[in-house]
């Protein structure tokens, strides 16, 4: 990642990973397994962390960002937190992005208060004009998503 | 696994296979009854494993679509071997057609009949076994068996399943680049709904039979055959009544019409009570050995019926006149009958139809006890060009809806076309998936510590050593599990360590659920002076100690030098050691039988300190471990394992009666396997054996 003197403290925490052969998200599946791909097998179920997706104007997954477990997506911190991820993105040449977060537990139906984060997370995207693609909620098994649940 | 066994299996799935990643259980077989079902999903599942379709893999996942009892018992085999399972119910909980059932039994070999174990009322399964009884008191046995079965796998593997329930509109699709399966599915749960997605390696749809026509569309005339209350009355008959459809479901609403409080037992007991049952029995058999051929004509049944000269049956018919057990008419009421054919003669199919069901259809008929009409006009029912008047109930039993089933399964083009293929093939096939209900040790939770045990720590030929002894024990786990008592077992080798010998626990013990697993045990090395197993080893004598007294026993443990191991542990009540021995060859000299050493040792232990008290069961040990030492020297003769020999001398060692107080000590029929001895067959291997580190 290339610093600058403009960069936000935090934004030095997140890890990018970019991909030289990106593919292709065609459906929510193919974000929730992008997503899982190479997550730690031992903290799945135990630590809850956030990742996103990196998308092309092609819908082409270009590089895949990680959260430090510390961060969580909560309405106070909500909104710094997406604004490093607008800037991380915006300087990666994004277009768009999809976020998924692991759930701890084999719920992953989203509760109102996630419905609502969601809809925050969703409006924030579009000020910043990075439209947030899809929000995904999985386990190692199964996945939510809330663009095929209408959001 | 031999290859013809994997070709069995392999051929055995073509009666279920849609892809190679998707199977179906239901739907197309004939034999449609809550244990058969069971049957069917244990041998596909035991057949997956086979032939390698689910795979050695800790991450593998079935998705099991259906949480009737196929799906219910597929997933239990499958959590059993520590397998990843993710289910779908479309209702609100598993088996909840039969779940709350009280007006229906549930019999899991009485279409057996006249099978000599028809009566055998306990189903004997490795998984979700159950007893006759009321379909709602069999459902919540099983029901709670299968929370055992879930909690102790997810002490595991926390994720290792997942129920989903309220599920509709189920999509299966490939992840070609994956080699996985996604299922998409909506969930609804108190008027709001979610689309989720599971992602699985194999999807079993066990989606069933479906319910009866119409029962969905809520047809006036249908209610399901579970829940169909009006049916089991016990009063005068004081309407027409009217039954659509002659398959079992149909006859046995017939017969609850007809017999007052009829149930199979009941009927059977009639049967059997007159000597003149014997020549009867034999006719039937005779019928029974046609059906199994499976080339007869349809209509075998009515035609072999008929041949039977009528004093072999008659009696049946008078006690049931006797008895008071044919149901009251009012006056001008029938009981008819309604099924496609013109001739009753041609309706009970023998490849859809039980032969009991058959056999009383046809003593209700030669009773007169009701009428067969063709085709009910549900309308304006006629029978015999005459209109049938009212009062009248109208029973439909034309079957359960399958296409509907598969119509919800939204299966593509091709699988379709597989699906036509799998329907000629069950069609064709007499035994409709219920053949070898001897399955092999898979669905026992041990199997999977057996092959996931590290893999450094055992060479390739003392893993097959332990593959061929957890295959011998398979079978006789199941009869240990039956007894319900607790059980642990394990095999032993001897090592040559720098010239130095010692034993080595090759196997984790094998054991019943009661106990926790411990695997770590898995090759620890201990000196021969050690334990049971040390004694045995030095020996070549089998061991049989019992905890009678609890100061002896414990002074024997000392002596033994295995006090220290069981404190604060699981303390045996009753250990077992069993020696394998070997001729063993000396300084190149040639084998001699009189040098004959231990080779490898067997050790039992559990609990229950009658555990081998059993005569059946210590025969039942003794055969087991015969077995094995059998398939070992086999396969060293095959070549399939390669053993190098050892030159070892047994170190002297003390009788254990000079060692500690006789009464602990017993042989009982073990005395025979002791070396020397008069009469004895002591278990041998062909060969000593050398188990390189």
């Known amino acids: ?151 | 696994m031999s290859k013809t066994e994997q070709s069995r299996a392999l051929s055995y799935l073509e009666l279920f296979k849609i892809t190679d990643q998707k199977y179906i259980i239901g739907v197309y077989e004939g034999g449609q009854t809550f244990y058969k079902q069971q049957i069917r999903a244990l041998n596909i599942f035991d057949a997956l494993k086979k032939t390698g379709k689910i795979p050695e893999n800790k991450n593998f996942r079935i998705a099991i679509i259906g949480g009737g009892i196929a799906g219910l018992t597929f997933a239990a085999a499958a959590l059993k071997s520590k397998v990843k399972v993710s289910l779908f119910e479309k209702g609100t909980r598993t088996l909840h057609i039969q779940a709350g059932c009280t007006i229906r039994d549930i019999h899991p070999n009485i279409y057996d009949w006249p099978s000599e174990n028809c009566g055998e009322k306990d189903t004997s399964l490795p998984v979700l076994d159950w007893t006759f009884g009321k379909a709602a008191d069999v459902v919540e046995s099983i029901t709670a068996e299968f929370k055992k079965i879930v909690t102790s796998a997810q002490k595991i593997s926390p994720d290792c399943y997942v129920e989903h329930l309220n599920v509709q509109n189920l999509e299966v699709s490939d992840l070609e680049t994956e080699k996985k399966l996604v299922i998409d599915g909506q969930i609804t749960n108190h008027k709001k709904s979610a689309n989720i997605g599971v992602i699985a390696d194999l999807v079993i749809y066990a989606i069933g039979y479906g319910l009866e026509k119409g029962v969905s569309d809520h047809d006036f005339f249908t209610e399901s055959y579970w829940r169909d209350t009006s049916i089991k009355q016990e009063n005068l008959i004081k309407f027409n009544y009217l039954i659509s459809g002659t398959g079992d479901g149909a006859l046995i609403d017939l017969f609850t019409l007809l017999i007052r409080g009829f149930s199979y037992e009941k009927f059977l007991e009639i049967v059997n009570s007159n000597p003149k049952s014997t020549a009867l029995m034999k006719s039937l058999v005779k019928i029974r050995n046609k059906r199994l051929s499976g080339n007869a004509k349809d209509n075998l049944y009515m035609t072999e019926f008929y041949d039977i000269p009528s004093a072999q049956y008659e009696y049946i018919i008078e006690a049931l006149e006797e008895q008071d057990l044919f149901s009251k008419m009012g006056s001008s009421v029938n009981v008819y009958l309604f099924g496609h054919n013109k001739k009753f003669n041609d309706i009970l199919n023998y490849k859809t139809i039980s032969l009991l069901n058959a056999f009383i259809t046809f003593i209700l008929y030669r009773s007169a006890k009701f009428l067969y009409g063709p085709k009910l006009n549900k309308a304006n029912p006629e029978y015999d060009g005459k209109p049938i008047l009212q009062p009248y109930r109208i029973h439909i039993r034309e079957g359960t809806d399958t296409a509907s089933v598969i119509m919800s399964a939204k299966f593509n083009d091709d699988e379709s076309k597989q699906l036509q293929r799998i329907k000629e093939l069950q069609e064709k096939s007499v035994e409709h998936g219920i053949v070898n209900t001897n399955w092999n040790q898979d669905i026992f939770d041990r199997y999977f510590n057996e092959i996931k045990r590290p893999s450094h720590s055992l060479s390739r030929n003392t893993k097959a050593i332990c593959s061929v002894f957890t295959n011998a024990l398979g079978s006789a786990l199941a009869d240990f599990h039956l007894s319900k008592k607790d059980i642990r077992i394990s095999i032993h080798r001897v090592l040559n360590m720098n010239g130095s010998f010692f034993y080595q626990m090759i196997t984790p013990y094998f054991q019943s659920e009661a106990v926790p697993i411990e695997l770590h045990k898995v090759g620890n090395i201990y000196q021969l002076e050690r334990g049971n197993v040390g004694y045995s080893f030095r020996t070549g004598i089998p061991l049989w100690v019992k905890n009678n007294d609890n100061k002896v026993f414990r002074s024997m443990m000392d002596e033994l030098g295995i006090t220290k191991s069981y404190a604060g542990k699981r303390m045996p009540k009753t250990i077992l050691t069993i020696p394998i021995l070997a001729k063993f060859k000396k300084n190149g000299s040639t084998v001699k039988k009189s040098y004959s050493a231990c080779n490898a040792v067997v050790y039992l232990d559990s609990t229950d300190i009658d555990f081998f008290d059993d005569k059946a069961l210590q025969n039942l040990i003794i055969r087991l471990i015969q077995n094995f030492a059998d398939s070992i020297n086999y396969m060293v003769d095959k070549e399939d394992i390669k053993m190098g020999l050892l030159d070892f001398a047994p170190p002297q060692s003390k009788r254990i009666n000079e060692i500690v107080n006789e009464c602990v000590i017993e042989l009982g029929d073990f005395s025979n396997l002791v070396p020397g001895e008069k009469s004895s067959h002591p278990i041998e291997f062909e060969q000593f054996y050398s188990l390189e580190m």
């Open chain 1, 1 to 151: 990642m290339n610093k600058s003197s403009k960069i936000p403290d935090q934004v030095e925490t997140i890890t990018i990973v970019k991909y030289k052969h990106p593919k292709t998200v065609t459906r929510p599946v193919d974000a929730y397994l992008g997503l899982l791909k190479n997550w730690d097998d031992q903290e799945l179920s135990v630590i809850r962390r956030y990742k996103a997706l990196l998308l092309d104007q092609e819908d082409k997954v270009i590089a895949k960002l990680s959260f430090p477990k510390e961060f969580q997506f909560l309405k106070k911190t909500i909104k710094s937190i997406m604004s490093d991820l607008f800037y991380v993105a915006k300087t990666n040449g994004a277009s768009k992005i999809i976020i998924g977060q692991n759930s701890l537990k084999d719920k992953i139906i989203p509760s109102e208060e996630e419905q609502r984060l969601a809809i925050i997370i969703k409006n924030a995207g579009q000020e910043e004009n990075i439209p947030v693609a899809d929000q995904i909620i999985f386990t190692g098994s199964m996945y939510y998503s809330f663009k095929k649940n209408g959001l």
